[in-house]
Nanobody
Framework: QVQLQESAPGLVKSSQTLSLTCTVSGGSITTNNYYWSWIRQPPGKGLEWIGGVDYGGNTDYSPSLKSRISISRDTSMNQFTLQLNSVTPEDTAVYYC????????????WGQGTQVTVSA
């Protein structure tokens, strides 16, 4: 059973960089079983796919966020990390990491989610 756990940065100030790490257990991020994704849900809105990284380290980003995000991984720790630059209060959301279908990016496994609040 794959399990994912997000780190918890909590409160971030506007214009700063948000950094979140997802630790994966029960599966390796270097095997071609899942696409390791970041997803967020702003208050009162639906889920938004942010981006992800595959087993080979190749990344894919949401076009609307591409200029501000970077996703990397640490294979020795079985972790992958999201960095979102120049945050604004509109980036306030619950952020989830997920293990998804490698072709269609449909999440199979979810982290519990972490609330990120960006102060003005």
């Amino acid at each position: 059973q794959v399990q994912l756990q997000e780190s918890a940065p909590g409160l971030v100030k506007s214009s700063q960089t948000l950094s979140l790490t997802c630790t994966v257990s029960g599966g390796s991020i270097t095997t071609n079983n899942y696409y390791w994704s970041w997803i967020r849900q702003p208050p009162g809105k639906g889920l938004e796919w942010i981006g992800g990284v595959d087993y080979g380290g190749n990344t894919d980003y949401s076009p609307s966020l591409k200029s501000r995000i970077s996703i990397s991984r640490d294979t020795s720790m079985n972790q992958f990390t999201l960095q979102l630059n120049s945050v604004t209060p509109e980036d306030t959301a619950v952020y989830y990491c997920a293990g998804a279908d490698p072709w269609y990016y449909i999440p199979y496994y979810w982290g519990q989610g972490t609330q990120v609040t960006v102060s003005a």
